[in-house]
């Protein structure tokens, strides 16, 4: 199996600012999460072979507290999206252009400045494809935008509705990785909500 969790909260996250690449640790309520995250593995018996990594601090802290016997890969191609200008902008203030892409991301293109959303697909497809065929179960540790990301790539047929799907922090999705065959994804409620 492949697991792919969004890292826990930061204090950017806590104060609805664009966090984007900026490299915040998670704050007491983010360690908390992924503390809970790696519990609900644990009762589960899910262990990792495998864990993976954006370098951000937020995604690294979060794969160390759920896979401590395993210390993370870190692969850049699982960083989160590049904001570009926008980089810290408060979400309950955003600009119009930023309003516009978010309100339509499959119809609106990135605005200028931005990553490109079809540049988040390709560049977490070729992470995939690269590990498609390790066996036992993976993790992988990102954020909301590089997620989705790995979402539509697993699930092309989607025609972008993961874009608009709100993922929150340590939420977690599970997709079958067998014989280098990925499955369909599907949201695991790993804390019984």
């Known amino acids: 199996m492949i697991y792919i969790i969004r890292h826990g909260q930061t204090a950017l996250n806590g104060s609805h600012a664009l966090q984007g690449r900026s490299n915040q640790p998670l704050n007491e309520n983010g ?21 993976f990594s954006s370098p951000l601090r937020r995604a690294v802290q979060t794969a160390e507290a759920i896979a401590p016997e395993r210390p993370p890969t870190m692969d850049a191609r699982l960083i989160e999206m590049d904001y570009g200008p ?3 902008a408060d979400l309950r203030h955003l ?6 892409f978010f309100s339509d991301f499959v119809h609106n293109p990135a605005p200028e ?33 590089a997620m989705k990301g790995v979402l539509e790539y697993l699930t092309p047929e989607s025609n972008g509705a993961y874009w608009s799907k709100y993922i929150g922090n340590c939420a977690v999705y599970a997709a079958d990785n067998e014989n280098g065959e990925f499955g369909i994804p599907g949201e695991i409620d790993l804390y019984g909500k």
């Open 31 to 51: 360690i908390q999460q992924a503390r809970e995250a790696a519990q609900a593995f644990r009762r589960l018996g899910v262990a990792f072979d495998h864990v």
């Open 95 to 100: 600009p119009p252009e930023i309003l516009t």
């Open 86 to 88: 926008y980089e810290g």
């Open 113 to 145: 400045g931005m990553e490109p959303l079809a540049s988040v697909v390709s560049r977490v497809g070729d992470f995939l494809e690269e590990i498609r065929y390790l066996p036992g179960n993976i993790l992988l540790s990102t954020h909301a935008i």
